[in-house]
């Protein structure tokens, strides 16, 4: 529950000052994740990704590390790659504007009529190889920034990245990437992500099955949530009676409802004991993993720009990105799903495209086969149906502030770190001053 000793201020949300604040305080000096290791699988791939107004170049070389290059001639400053977003190959860099050629090191080599140039600029890498940004790999993905003096990843990360190791995130492959372009700010959508408080109005079927009190831990700048799965909420008015939708994580898990001797509350725990009973060999991380992991969605909020909402046999990553022409009322929200796949088992390559919000319904538009869960059908398009509906709101007169309970206490902190780098706080005082919560509270409670 906020203390009132921070606002947040609606113009946040669609300020153009505000925008280019964010971008020079926070989406330039933390870092993000790029692509999956599994995009670049060999020497000379590349794969494009943009974030705001820049254009990113990852790059796979002979070694099998992985160089970070922005996507522009150090020339006259044209794109070297033209393609959209995504996976490509190139044996060299070719500038189609002047021929300038770069290697996959970045190092310029051919330039057309080279006499041409002064020889202190022309010959000096500094003046003239490919600018390039940091990457590191963790939990199978790439991961960057485009701070040359940011803090390593695994420090960035703190103790989120001890929690997440559990799910053996590496073992993993993408299922289905899509990025639905929406008429709102990032924040509006991250917020929409954020806290579970929403549940009972506007996801009430998942009440059935699904915990909305969902117990919160902050750790240092990132924060992680989980509702628990496979009985139904103290909100649900049956709680006794097993409903098809705690029937259905029944069979998932192996177990028939129809000869099931428990109530609706004993579900959860049944579906924790049949995967306990089948971890050894399992490609799924059941060993690693603590029994409220077996049932539960755990949600963690990776500080500034991602979520992941984790289950055990597959996860979601939920990457949010301010757009690429500057509006502050535009953002990229993109939607990936990753699963470690059973012995035989083979998934199509995905095929990544842009979808305008509201043209398609997120159902239709997400291709997730077998991993396909209520939380696609139910909750996710529900969500995003609303964000250019709260986008509008924050235009108007009559509304001035968020009121927030403490179901909501990650926006604020949240919004509080944003703010705080804006106005000057360096990133490691922020990540040394915010806590690490060792237990999950609910309803700033202790969750026992």
Same mark, same amino acid.
């Not at 790029?34 to 820049?54: N, W």
């Given at each position: 529950?906020?203390?009132?000793?921070?606002?947040?201020?609606?113009?946040?949300?669609?300020?153009?000052?505000?925008?280019?604040?964010?971008?020079?305080?926070?989406?330039?000096?933390?870092?993000?994740?790029?692509?999956?290791?599994?995009?670049? %699988?060999?020497?000379?791939?590349?794969?494009?990704?943009?974030?705001?107004?820049?254009?990113?170049?990852?790059?796979?070389?002979?070694?099998?590390?992985?160089?970070?290059?922005? $996507?522009?001639?150090? =020339?006259?400053? $044209?794109?070297?790659?033209?393609?959209?977003?995504?996976?490509?190959?190139?044996?060299?860099?070719?500038?189609?504007?002047?021929?300038?050629?770069?290697?996959?090191?970045?190092?310029?080599?051919?330039? %057309?009529?080279?006499?041409?140039?002064?020889?202190?600029?022309?010959?000096?890498?500094?003046?003239?190889?490919?600018?390039?940004?940091?990457?590191?790999?963790?939990?199978?993905?790439?991961?960057?920034?485009?701070?040359?003096?940011? *803090?390593?990843?695994?420090?960035?990360?703190?103790? *989120?990245?001890?929690?997440?190791?559990?799910?053996?995130?590496?073992?993993?492959?993408?299922?289905?990437?899509?990025?639905?372009?929406?008429?709102?700010?990032?924040?509006?959508?991250?917020?929409?992500? $954020?806290?579970?408080? =929403?549940?009972?109005?506007?996801?009430?079927?998942?009440?059935?099955?699904?915990?909305?009190?969902?117990?919160?831990?902050?750790? +240092?700048?990132?924060?992680?949530?989980?509702?628990?799965?496979?009985?139904?909420?103290?909100?649900?008015?049956?709680?006794?009676?097993? $409903?098809?939708?705690?029937?259905?994580?029944?069979?998932?898990?192996?177990?028939?409802?129809?000869?099931?001797?428990?109530?609706?509350?004993?579900?959860?725990?049944?579906?924790?004991?049949?995967?306990?009973?089948?971890?050894?060999?399992?490609?799924?991380?059941?060993?690693?993993?603590?029994?409220?992991?077996?049932?539960?969605?755990? =949600?963690?909020?990776?500080?500034?720009?991602?979520?992941?909402?984790?289950?055990?046999?597959?996860?979601?990553?939920?990457?949010?990105?301010?757009? %690429?022409?500057?509006?502050?009322?535009?953002?990229?929200?993109?939607?990936?799903?990753?699963?470690?796949?059973?012995?035989?088992?083979?998934?199509?390559?995905?095929?990544?495209?842009?979808?305008?919000?509201?043209?398609?319904?997120?159902?239709?538009?997400?291709?997730?086969?077998?991993?396909?869960?209520?939380?696609?059908?139910? *909750?996710?398009?529900?969500?995003?149906?609303?964000?250019?509906?709260?986008?509008? +709101?924050?235009?108007?007169?009559?509304?001035?502030?968020?009121?927030?309970?403490?179901?909501?206490?990650?926006?604020?902190?949240? =919004?509080?770190?944003?703010?705080?780098?804006?106005?000057?706080?360096?990133?490691?005082?922020?990540?040394?001053?915010?806590?690490?919560?060792?237990? %999950?509270?609910?309803?700033?409670?202790?969750?026992?």
């Amino acid at each position: 529950m906020s203390d009132g000793s921070f606002r947040i201020d609606p113009a946040w949300y669609w300020s153009q000052e505000r925008a280019q604040a964010e971008w020079d305080a926070v989406w330039t000096r933390t870092w993000h994740m790029g692509p999956r290791e599994e995009d670049l %699988p060999q020497g000379g791939d590349v794969f494009i990704h943009s974030l705001g107004p820049e254009s990113l170049l990852f790059v796979r070389r002979d070694d099998d590390s992985v160089r970070g290059f922005y $996507n522009v001639c150090r =020339h006259r400053g $044209n794109r070297l790659l033209l393609g959209p977003d995504g996976p490509a190959y190139a044996k060299n860099f070719t500038c189609a504007f002047h021929g300038w050629v770069y290697d996959l090191d970045g190092k310029l080599g051919h330039v %057309p009529y080279r006499e041409r140039f002064d020889p202190a600029k022309i010959d000096d890498p500094a003046c003239t190889s490919l600018r390039g940004f940091r990457t590191e790999s963790f939990a199978g993905w790439i991961w960057f920034t485009l701070d040359d003096e940011a *803090v390593p990843l695994r420090e960035f990360l703190g103790p *989120v990245a001890q929690r997440l190791e559990g799910y053996r995130m590496e073992r993993a492959t993408i299922v289905d990437y899509k990025t639905f372009e929406f008429g709102c700010n990032w924040k509006t959508t991250f917020d929409a992500f $954020n806290e579970s408080y =929403h549940f009972q109005s506007l996801h009430p079927e998942i009440l059935a099955w699904g915990n909305e009190d969902a117990p919160i831990a902050l750790q +240092g700048i990132h924060s992680f949530m989980y509702n628990e799965y496979g009985s139904p909420s103290a909100l649900f008015p049956e709680q006794d009676k097993l $409903n098809p939708a705690l029937e259905a994580l029944l069979e998932a898990s192996g177990i028939d409802p129809v000869t099931f001797p428990g109530t609706a509350t004993d579900v959860r725990r049944a579906v924790q004991e049949a995967k306990r009973s089948r971890q050894e060999g399992s490609v799924f991380p059941y060993a690693s993993l603590s029994d409220g992991q077996l049932s539960d969605a755990y =949600h963690f909020m990776l500080f500034p720009s991602l979520h992941f909402n984790l289950f055990p046999e597959f996860y979601v990553a939920m990457r949010y990105r301010p757009h %690429p022409s500057g509006d502050p009322e535009k953002m990229y929200f993109d939607f990936i799903m990753c699963a470690p796949l059973q012995e035989g088992e083979k998934v199509a390559p995905y095929e990544h495209k842009v979808v305008r919000g509201g043209e398609q319904e997120v159902g239709d538009v997400l291709e997730w086969g077998v991993r396909s869960h209520p939380v696609v059908n139910q *909750v996710l398009g529900q969500d995003v149906d609303l964000v250019e509906h709260v986008q509008k +709101g924050m235009h108007s007169k009559g509304f001035d502030v968020p009121i927030l309970s403490s179901d909501e206490r990650r926006l604020e902190h949240f =919004h509080r770190n944003i703010d705080a780098l804006i106005n000057g706080a360096s990133l490691a005082d922020l990540m040394s001053d915010n806590p690490v919560e060792e237990q %999950p509270t609910s309803g700033g409670k202790v969750k026992e």
